[in-house]
T-cell receptor, first 110, second 114 residues
Framework: SQKIEQNSEALNIQEGKTATLTCNYTNYSPAYLQWYRQDPGRGPVFLLLIRENEKEKRKERLKVTFDTTLKQSLFHITASQPADSATYLCALAPGQNFVFGPGTRLSVLP | NAGVTQTPKFRVLKTGQSMTLLCAQD?????MYWYRQDPGMGLRLIHYSVGEGTTAKGEVPDGYNVSRLKKQNFLLGLESAAPSQTSVYFC?????????????FGPGTRLTVL
């Protein structure tokens, strides 16, 4: 069956460290993968997109990798700050629509 | 430029009642989506539209209907609400260029069915 998993429901890290979030999928062949940030009580906000033929994408303190052989994407936040605390969602685009993972709630502790 | 707006923000229904959720976008996007979000389950696609006058079923369409009579609006209807439809509902839209497009989400509607 098709499945998307994100490494853990919650992740706590110390301010200044690098946060690494994982998105694993099975039985999909996505053309690309997206990462979104969601704050409590609000809709998701797009962060980054990476295509199947790209290995890595960067935007400021954010970095995304995409390994279609391992069927995995890693999302890194370097020099993390308390303001980075939120839920992060990965989304696959195997076709016209999007399939979302359950999310990882990141807490950056001061 | 308001982006994607949703009305209402909150609603409480009794079992069997009906209601319509309205989504509006001002970005001239072709694609619009309705999702529901439940704890631990992520966002699940209910229905979507690829243009004015079109609709299609997503992953969890049962108990819902939709209409896209105008390009900027996408309506989600519950004809006979059930407690299992208690959830947070999000609308999203995106433009046509598939490989470059992000989804823009509305603020959500929190629905409780008693």
């Amino acid at each position: 069956s098709q499945k998307i998993e994100q490494n853990s429901e919650a992740l706590n890290i110390q301010e200044g460290k690098t946060a690494t979030l994982t998105c694993n999928y099975t039985n999909y062949s996505p053309a690309y993968l997206q990462w979104y940030r969601q704050d409590p009580g609000r809709g998701p906000v797009f962060l980054l997109l990476i295509r199947e033929n790209e290995k890595e994408k960067r935007k400021e303190r954010l970095k995304v990798t995409f390994d279609t052989t391992l069927k995995q994407s890693l999302f890194h936040i370097t020099a993390s700050q308390p303001a980075d605390s939120a839920t992060y969602l990965c989304a696959l685009a195997p076709g016209q629509n999007f399939v979302f993972g359950p999310g990882t709630r990141l807490s950056v502790l001061p | 430029n308001a982006g994607v707006t949703q009305t209402p923000k909150f609603r409480v229904l009794k079992t069997g009642q009906s209601m319509t959720l309205l989504c509006a976008q001002d970005m001239n996007h072709e694609y619009m989506y309705w999702y529901r979000q439940d704890p631990g389950m992520g966002l699940r696609l209910i229905h979507y539209s690829v243009g004015e006058g079109t609709t299609a079923k997503g992953e969890v369409p049962d108990g819902y209907n939709v209409s896209r009579l105008k390009k900027q609006n996408f309506l989600l209807g519950l004809e006979s609400a059930a407690p299992s439809q208690t959830s947070v509902y999000f609308c999203a839209s995106r433009g046509e260029l598939f490989y470059h497009n992000e989804q823009f989400f509305g603020p959500g509607t929190r629905l409780t069915v008693l």
